[in-house]
């Protein structure tokens, strides 16, 4: 799949468009909340967005950091909102979701992205509380396809299974003519060379969901605790910081392979494998991805819309390895102003926001769920 910059362009132009009447309204005084950060008093004016929702603007400035995985995604929220909302300034830091988590506990930002919710476990929950003040909330905004990228010359399709992508990453097998990727791959001409393996090196929550898809599908071949910052332990091969780092790594290195949240897969033109997990290969795309997500279900409680992802989808035409990016607020902020600001970029993210997002390698968050998180984002305050 190529990435199609023209249709970029054009979701670009409908965004901005249902934005537009939102930033002749913006007005008001700014207040501190986050260092270095001001938001001023929000408005009522507003426009119709695709997702349904009212766009309203704030003015100041508003931090986030954390996930690289939809790093793609918020510079397009960013530069439609912030060309129609002129007062508005959005500073997002692709630090990777470990750094974003425990940038937003410490009040250095004003909300995070994460690839994954959370965790309790971690002392994440607890932390985001103290800082809060109130509930944290994990807002599921993008569905990430993680692609398993590749470059092998003269090989333009290659079918992957669960038991062989853990014996590949955890060097159980090392070579690309091993007997059994051939196996599954008759026709292709794998070469004799060494696996390049190519994984995160940062804590990043693309890793923990490629673990936490591998535990669940392949136990028997991959035994580790899926966890953000644990790769260079359970995997063999060399590490690079943040989706660029891994896409950029495998795109020039014959013979390489790593995951990577699709998008940047896409950037850089990097083939892609197919997942059989017994029912077929199947290719990599926002509906194959859609259909995976459509699977999920919510085990958070009260207005936490953290998922729990099923990795052995029933569809025959679902790829099963996805993340899912959350936006992570409070619910309630010291400063209203800083809350309102949040309330209202939120709202155009799960909005019209969505509409930007296949022509970057992601999928939409299905209706029945955005419409919760709708929900849960009109608590903010």
Do not use: H
């Amino acid at each position: 799949m190529k990435f199609n910059r023209a249709g970029v362009a054009a979701g670009l132009l409908a965004t901005t468009v249902a934005l537009a009447a939102c930033g002749s309204d913006a007005s008001g005084s700014g207040s501190s909340d986050t260092a270095g950060s001001t938001t001023g008093a929000t408005t009522s004016g507003s426009s119709s967005t695709g997702g349904g929702a009212a766009a309203a603007c704030s003015t100041g400035t508003l931090n986030g950091e954390g996930s690289t995985a939809q790093t793609n995604a918020v510079t397009e929220w960013t530069n439609a909102y912030q060309k129609a909302c002129t007062g508005a300034k959005i500073n997002y830091n692709p630090t990777g979701s470990g750094a974003g988590i425990s940038q937003f506990n410490a009040g250095q930002v004003d909300f995070a992205g994460s690839d994954s919710p959370l965790s309790k476990d971690a002392g994440e929950v607890a932390a985001a509380q103290k800082r809060c003040k109130s509930a944290p909330l994990d807002l599921p905004m993008v569905v990430g396809p993680i692609a398993i990228g590749y470059k092998l010359d003269g090989v333009d399709k290659l079918v992957l299974t669960p038991d062989l992508l853990a014996k590949i990453f955890t060097g159980k097998i090392t070579k690309w003519n091993d007997p059994a990727i051939t196996a599954k791959n008759s026709g292709a001409k794998l070469p004799s060379s060494a696996i390049n393996v190519i994984f995160r090196s940062d804590a990043s929550g693309t890793t923990q969901n490629f673990e936490k898809y591998l535990a669940a599908t392949a136990p028997s071949d991959f035994t580790a605790e899926p966890a953000k910052d644990n790769a260079a332990k359970v995997f063999k091969g060399q590490g690079k910081a943040k989706s660029q780092g891994v896409a950029a790594a495998v795109a020039a290195t014959e013979g390489s392979i790593g995951y990577a949240e699709y998008s940047f897969a896409v950037d850089s033109s990097l083939a892609t494998a197919q997942i059989d997990s017994g029912s077929g290969p199947v290719e990599i795309s926002k509906d194959t991805a859609s259909a995976a997500a459509g699977e999920a279900k919510v085990a958070g409680t009260g207005d936490d819309l953290s998922l729990q992802l099923n990795y052995k989808p029933s569809s025959a035409k679902a790829y099963p390895i996805i993340l899912v990016t959350y936006e992570i607020a409070c619910t309630k902020y010291s400063d209203s102003a800083k809350g309102t600001f949040v309330k209202n970029f939120l709202n155009y993210t799960i909005g019209a926001g969505q509409d930007v997002l296949a022509s970057k390698g992601y999928a939409p968050i299905p209706t029945e769920l955005a419409t919760k998180v709708k929900a849960s984002i009109a608590k903010i305050s």
